[in-house]
């Protein structure tokens, strides 16, 4: 079985909307998957995401007719708070929690792709920094790019990642990055919808942390 094939995301529709309900119940799924990775630096990332989803659905129940799409929401809350928009309420909290999901759209492109250290092919260092390279390292300060490094010393063994995204069980690699492939589609049309949604809105900042 496929941790990442029993949680895919829905296809889009024409629109490339993206709707609130079914993308908070996929990324539901995404906090506990950080306790099979077997290190505590992990919990600082489940507490920031979890953080990011729980602010996302308090704003949607208010009002789950309302704000049937995502966009939905950051447009009320641009009406609503003029003056701090975007750096406010669920439109921050989704700013980051795309980042933090183009960081694992990348990771797993990469591991797809079959890019790896010829030198230690079982370490996933290079997909590691590439994913954050291109979706983090640019919001964090020098203080948090140190916390990056010192976290990717904590990165599973290639072996153990893919094992964990298989629930625990041997699977051929093969298979499971096959699984990997077909959950990406959905998924990284998701995340660049939401990248879109924010470079249309003009909703994207560019402060470090
Ligand atoms: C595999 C090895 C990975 C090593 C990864 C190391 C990554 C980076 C380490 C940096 C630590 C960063 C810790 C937190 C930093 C936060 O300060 C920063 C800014 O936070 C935001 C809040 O979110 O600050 C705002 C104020 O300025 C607000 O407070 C905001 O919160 S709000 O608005 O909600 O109140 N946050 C970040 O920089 C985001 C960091 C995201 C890091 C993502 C890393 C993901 C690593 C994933 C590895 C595992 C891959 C898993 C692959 C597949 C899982 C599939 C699971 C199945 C379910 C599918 C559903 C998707």
């Not at 953080?51 to 129940?61: P, R």
């Not at 909290?93 to 990771?107: E, V």
Request: aromatic content about 12%; charged content about 25%.
């Amino acid at each position: 079985m496929s941790l990442l094939l029993d949680n895919q995301f829905k296809p889009l529709p024409l629109d490339k909307s993206v709707d609130t309900r079914s993308f908070l119940e996929a990324v539901s799924y995404l906090p506990s998957f950080f306790d099979c990775l077997g290190s505590r630096v992990f919990g600082v990332i489940k507490s920031d995401i979890s953080g990011n989803i729980t602010k996302i659905k308090a704003e949607y129940v208010k009002d789950p007719e309302r704000y049937v799409t995502l966009q939905d929401i950051v447009e009320a809350e641009r009406e609503a708070h003029s003056g701090q928009w975007p750096k406010v309420g669920a439109t921050l909290a989704l700013m980051w929690l795309k980042r933090g999901l183009r960081f694992i759209q990348i990771l797993l492109q990469s591991l797809a792709d079959g890019e790896r250290d010829e030198n230690n092919p079982n370490h996933i260092r290079v997909n590691v920094i590439k994913a954050y390279e291109e979706a983090l390292k640019n919001y964090h300060g020098w203080l948090v790019q140190k916390i990056f490094n010192a976290a990717l010393y904590a990165a599973p063994y290639r072996s153990n990642f893919l094992m964990a995204l298989s629930k625990g069980e041997e699977v051929k690699e093969e298979d499971c990055l096959a699984n990997v492939r077909q959950f990406l589609v959905n998924y990284t049309a998701t995340v660049d919808a939401i990248y879109e949604m924010y470079t249309n809105l003009n909703a994207e900042l560019d402060y470090t942390v």
